[in-house]
């Protein structure tokens, strides 16, 4: 007889689970404390939702799922945040938690009971709504084969999170010798293999951008999730394509590179937004083009009966989700797009022209501005770091500031969560980049969303990483706020300026006040090359409105009556 969790424990370390991050509570305290004794390191963060952040950003920068644990009506709470984002923004991620359903005190609606019976709340209901799949293990055996189920899922096709809803009986279950069904060894029974497109879609495709005169690439975070950066590139050179992003697609390609050409959608850059409305040829790789994405619809965008669109995506379902497209390469985008490459080319170079011209949108007009607004902390992030620091963004105006402004250096540096669009994500998130790799790591927020997981700091400081946290302090909550272009005044979106540097000092951090312009270049050298977590209180002068005439609104999404801003 094998200890079920000793047993689940040791099928994770062989899955390669390098990473848990979670909150003590429950029956998965059993959990964690065979964590403890193996090699994978267990993270305990300040509550569940920042475990989720955590978990999620481990998933989308190394490509492979960490754990998310904790007792089941936090993870499905509190904790349901991060696998949200991980949903919408295909991250893997392998969630392992109770049903604190206390035995056969279950259908009696007990403490916290959330196996789903009369009286209780229901795990599998809830994470029905934002999971790829979820098991509910009743016994031992289920407990290994529904993990070995759930590692395979969330790593296969677009990756995502699942979930396994350990019942108490199947905690503290004893796993015999012999099982019927058998137990596979984990490793060979949670392997994926990657999809490619069929021939005759890559011919069709080879032929309309060899014969295109202005082929863009629209890149999504399907780039991203398949690892396809340098695929991207190649293409992008073999056929002389402008290559644009989508806001989850920020950094599939440095915005340094010749055709590199900026952000898309309806608080993208003008620029970007312009070459996907010239082009004759749009090649969209891993975008499913939601609403922001194409501007809200705007007829003058995007054109299928003008324009031959190819749509690259791993799923069938999004290839012409949006738009009619021409044609559908079905497969992973690194094996799509290295078919590309090897089956053709385009000899016109006037690509990387049509991109400098649109990239003129990163460059604001901040000659002569003598105080702290956001363009120039932008341009003061930039400017300090380096072709290995990763930059997080969080929810809000913070990001449309960055992606319009900022220029990532080299592929896969910029992250933010678009899935979903979750405040407080950036804080959390930082701490497990920082935590798993040795780059350098940026979080950027407004002072809402960092006042919602502000806790992270302190966990850094605990775990001995060093991040650095730039807080855009505007007192205000500024992407509500700035509804009040079409809205008038919105109650509850302003509130007392917090004093975050001194606060973060509790934590054991640094924390720096900045009021002056020139005081941030000085002031994120320093926190960049301290070892100790530091956070920037960045104190911005006046409001800044997205929505004005001076704001980042697209000229298409301006010319929209409608979508979400209105």
């Known amino acids: 007889m094998t200890d079920v969790i000793e047993r689940l424990v040791s099928d994770l370390e062989k899955m390669g689970i390098e990473y848990a991050f979670g909150f003590p509570g429950g029956r998965v305290i059993e959990f964690i404390e065979e964590l403890s004794s193996s090699e994978i390191t267990f993270v305990r963060a300040r509550d569940e939702r920042e475990a989720s952040f955590m978990a999620e950003a481990y998933g989308r920068i190394h490509g492979k799922p960490a754990v998310l644990t904790g007792q089941g009506p936090w993870i499905g709470s509190t904790g349901a945040q991060g696998a949200m ?78 979930a396994v809803i350990l019942d108490g009986s199947a905690v503290g279950a004893d796993l015999p010798e012999d099982s019927i069904p058998q137990l596979w060894d984990p490793a060979s029974q949670t392997r994926n293999w990657r999809s490619r497109p069929l021939k005759s879609d890559l011919d069709a495709a080879v032929s309309a951008l060899e014969t295109a005169d202005r082929p863009v690439i629209i890149a999504g975070n399907g780039v991203h999730a398949s690892g396809a950066h340098e695929e991207l590139a190649a293409v992008a050179e073999a056929y002389d394509c402008a290559v644009t992003t989508s806001f989850l697609g920020k950094s599939t390609i440095a915005e340094t590179h010749d055709l590199a050409g900026g952000v898309i959608g309806a608080f993208g850059q003008e620029g970007a937004n312009q070459l996907v409305s010239d082009a004759d040829v749009l090649l969209v790789v891993g975008c499913r083009l939601n609403p922001n994405d194409v501007n809200w619809g705007a007829p003058s965008f995007i054109r299928p009966e003008e324009q031959t669109i190819i749509h690259a995506d791993i799923d069938s379902r999004n290839a012409g989700w949006v738009y009619p497209a021409d044609v559908g390469l079905i497969g992973d985008a690194a094996e799509s797009l290295r078919e590309l490459v090897a089956l053709g080319e385009r000899t016109d170079d006037d690509a990387s022209e049509r991109a400098t011209e649109a990239k003129a949108s990163f460059e604001p007009n901040i000659d002569n501005v003598d105080e702290l607004v956001p363009t120039t902390a932008v341009k003061a992030i930039e400017s300090v770091v380096d072709e290995d620091t990763y930059v997080c963004s969080d929810a809000g105006n913070n990001r449309m500031w960055l992606f319009n402004y900022f220029k990532s250096k080299s592929p896969r540096t910029f992250f933010g969560p678009g899935g979903l669009g979750v405040m407080g994500w950036s804080a959390p998130a930082a701490v497990a980049l920082a935590l798993t790799t040795e780059n350098d790591v940026v979080s950027v927020s407004g002072d809402g969303g960092f006042a919602m997981t502000m806790t992270a700091v302190e966990t850094a400081v605990e775990l ?77 002068e006046g409001e800044h409105d997205v929505f004005g005439d001076d704001g980042l609104q697209s000229s298409f999404y301006r010319s929209m009556s409608g979508g979400l801003h209105e």
Request: hydrophobic residues 35%; negative net charge.
């Open 85 to 162: 984002e991980a949903h919408f923004g295909s991250s893997p991620l392998l969630i392992i938690t109770d049903a604190s359903e206390r035995g056969d005190y279950a259908p009696l609606s007990p403490y916290q009971q959330s196996r789903g019976d009369y009286g209780g709340m229901s795990l599998p209901k809830i994470f029905d709504s934002f999971t790829k799949e979820w098991w509910y293990a009743n016994s031992g055996a289920d407990a290994i084969r529904c993990t070995q189920l759930a590692y395979k899922h969330a790593t296969a096709g677009r990756p995502g999170p699942t």
């Open 464 to 540: 001995d990483v060093a991040p650095t946290f730039l807080v855009l302090n505007d007192a205000a909550l500024g992407s509500v706020r700035d509804f009040e272009t079409q809205r008038g005044s919105i109650h509850g979106v302003r509130f007392n300026r917090i004093e975050y540097a001194e606060t973060v000092k509790s934590f054991g951090a640094n924390g720096v006040s900045i009021t002056e312009p020139s005081e941030l270049e000085p002031a994120l050298e320093d926190a960049m090359a301290s070892d100790v977590a530091t956070v920037l209180d960045v104190r911005i």
